[in-house]
């Protein structure tokens, strides 16, 4: 399967399943040669330390760029929401971002999608 749409069926492009109603995925992929899972739960992320580390960084970073008038002119929308692991496509979209390449995206049972 496409590393962009691990789970193929039905779902928009690059979404994986993901929607606005899932409670819970996850996410496992490749991050400076190592194999990581990560897992989405209702707004709460957890895996891999490091990994953690960088979303941490991220999330920092896209406080930093909401504010900053360089980083959003010409953005069409918001690609740095106020809280991004509060959304599940938005948590999907930081992890995408601190992934080298994500291998397995799953929606956790029960977890909507």
Same mark, same amino acid.
């Given at each position: 399967m496409p590393a962009d749409e691990p789970d193929g069926e039905g779902a #928009? @492009? $690059?979404t994986g399943g993901v929607? #606005? =109603?899932t409670t819970g995925f /996850? /996410? %496992?992929g490749l991050?400076? $040669?190592s194999v990581v899972t990560? =897992?989405?739960e209702r707004g709460? &992320? %957890?895996g891999d330390p490091p =990994?953690?580390?960088l979303v941490d960084s991220e999330i920092e970073l896209m406080a930093v760029a909401r504010i900053d008038p360089y980083q959003r002119a010409g953005t069409p929308s918001d690609p740095n929401p106020a809280e #991004? &692991? @509060?959304d599940p496509r938005s948590a999907l979209e930081l992890l995408r971002r601190v992934l080298d390449r994500v291998t397995e995206l799953r929606v956790l049972p029960g977890g909507g999608g």
């Amino acid at each position: 399967m496409p590393a962009d749409e691990p789970d193929g069926e039905g779902a #928009p @492009a $690059g979404t994986g399943g993901v929607e #606005p =109603t899932t409670t819970g995925f /996850v /996410v %496992r992929g490749l991050r400076n $040669g190592s194999v990581v899972t990560m =897992t989405w739960e209702r707004g709460m &992320l %957890r895996g891999d330390p490091p =990994t953690l580390d960088l979303v941490d960084s991220e999330i920092e970073l896209m406080a930093v760029a909401r504010i900053d008038p360089y980083q959003r002119a010409g953005t069409p929308s918001d690609p740095n929401p106020a809280e #991004p &692991l @509060a959304d599940p496509r938005s948590a999907l979209e930081l992890l995408r971002r601190v992934l080298d390449r994500v291998t397995e995206l799953r929606v956790l049972p029960g977890g909507g999608g």
